[in-house]
């Protein structure tokens, strides 16, 4: 089966603080790609990243970066220096690819954080 | 280049109404999906349409439809609306089928009461 854990509920830090998200996977599927969505407010879901199973590649976006590890299937974000703008919910999801082409994502539970001035 | 429409924003239904829900992708984007957010169940994925036709459909029940034009706008219909049913109903859209680069509207919230 597969399915996407963010064991962290809920995160509250202090402006200035790095801050790591975790997202732990399970597929049995060799090709697939993992997602970090970004959810404010607003409701709506803002792309921050994919990554593909074969690119192991860690990323780095500014004060964002992003640490794949297909061993313990895990894909983590880590936010440095957070600012009170990064409060928001984080959803990490799988894309799973059917035989017909179609694609569906299967989100974790996601991860609320939040930024204290 | 306009982002993913979704109307309305709000909506507010009394049980066992139906309520049709609209989704208008980026312009060129052939594929639309549907999720359900409840605080309960997270995120959930109800159907992708691609091309007129309903390539994948998750595990909701028959009251829960949908549709996609020849423009790619989508709607969604719920019939016999249920409590349960209140939920943050959102609208993906991408390039083509398969495509892994969902891009999210603001959502519709409907409130079933």
């Known amino acids: 089966a597969q399915k996407v854990t963010q064991a962290q509920t809920e995160i509250s830090v202090v402006e200035k603080e790095d801050v790591t998200l975790d997202c732990v996977y399970e597929?049995?599927?060799?090709?697939?790609?993992l997602f970090w969505y970004k959810q404010p407010p607003s409701g709506e879901l803002v792309f921050l990243i994919r990554?593909?199973?074969?690119?192991?590649q860690n990323e780095i976006s500014g004060r964002y970066s992003w640490n794949f590890q297909k061993s313990t299937s895990s894909f983590n974000f880590t936010i440095t220096a957070s600012q009170v703008v990064d409060s928001a919910v984080y959803f990490c999801?799988?894309?799973?690819?059917?035989?017909?082409?179609?694609?569906?994502?299967?989100f974790g539970k996601g991860t609320k954080l939040t930024v204290n001035p | 280049k306009a982002g993913v429409t979704q109307t309305p924003r709000y909506l507010i239904k009394t049980r066992g109404q139906q309520v049709t829900l609209s989704c208008s992708p980026i312009?060129?984007?052939?594929?639309v999906s549907w999720y359900q957010q409840t605080p309960g169940q997270g995120l959930q994925f109800l159907f992708e349409?691609?091309?007129?036709?309903?390539?994948n459909k998750g595990n909701f029940p028959g009251r829960f439809s949908g549709r996609q034009f020849s423009n790619s706008r989508s709607e969604m219909n719920v019939s016999t609306l249920e409590l349960g049913d209140s939920a943050l109903y959102l609208c993906?859209?991408?390039?083509?089928?398969?495509?892994?680069?969902?891009?999210f509207g603001q959502g519709t919230r409907l409130t079933v009461v």
């Open positions: 993906a859209s991408s390039l083509r089928a398969g495509n892994t680069e969902a891009f």
């Open positions: 597929t049995r599927d060799t090709t697939y790609y």
């Open positions: 990554r593909n199973s074969f690119d192991e």
């Open positions: 999801a799988l894309s799973l690819v059917t035989q017909g082409g179609s694609e569906k994502l299967v």
């Open positions: 312009s060129g984007h052939r594929s």
């Open positions: 349409y691609f091309s007129e036709t309903q390539r």
